[in-house]
């Protein structure tokens, strides 16, 4: 299940926000970590529990799955307020991000980067979440079917 959210982080967050931020970071387990810069459109790929990442013209990199303590994106976003398809908007401010129009009763579900769940509930036209109910990272949130990143 982590290889699988792990996974998902990546190939949604480069899709929806590649050309908006600025790099990728890779945080290893050690303290150390690897950065690259989105502009240069590099290859994310998971496979046999390594996350490998090839820069046009350079070198390839893989990182044992086990050696990556989370990966996260560096830089800004112009992009304040978002709406999904299904009518799911999201809203940036401070250290809140705000999911609005939320269809009544629908299942709300966040992840960590590990796959484990950390928030489960249900919710109607509206939830927020705070830097301060979770520790800094990269999360997925599931609201029926619609799923987003969301890093903290």
């Known amino acids: 299940m982590r290889k699988f959210i792990l996974l998902l982080t990546v190939l949604v967050a480069t899709a929806f926000a590649g050309a908006a931020q600025v790099s990728l970071r890779v945080q290893h387990v050690n303290g150390g970590e690897s950065v690259f810069l989105l502009d240069k459109q590099p290859e994310v790929a998971f496979l046999a529990g390594k996350l490998s990442v090839k820069v046009p013209d350079e070198e390839g990199v893989a990182f044992e799955l086990d050696d990556i303590a989370s990966i996260d994106f560096l830089g800004k976003s112009g992009i304040e307020t978002a709406e999904a398809a299904g009518g799911v908007t999201v809203a940036v401010s401070g250290g809140l991000v705000t999911f609005g129009n ?16 950390v928030i489960a509930s249900k919710a109607s036209e509206s939830l927020t979440i705070s830097r301060s109910e979770l520790p800094a990272g990269v999360y997925i949130v599931k609201i029926n079917n619609f799923v987003t990143k969301v890093s903290l």
């Open 102 to 117: 939320i269809p009544d009763g629908s299942r709300v579900e966040v992840y960590n980067a590990a796959g484990s769940p």
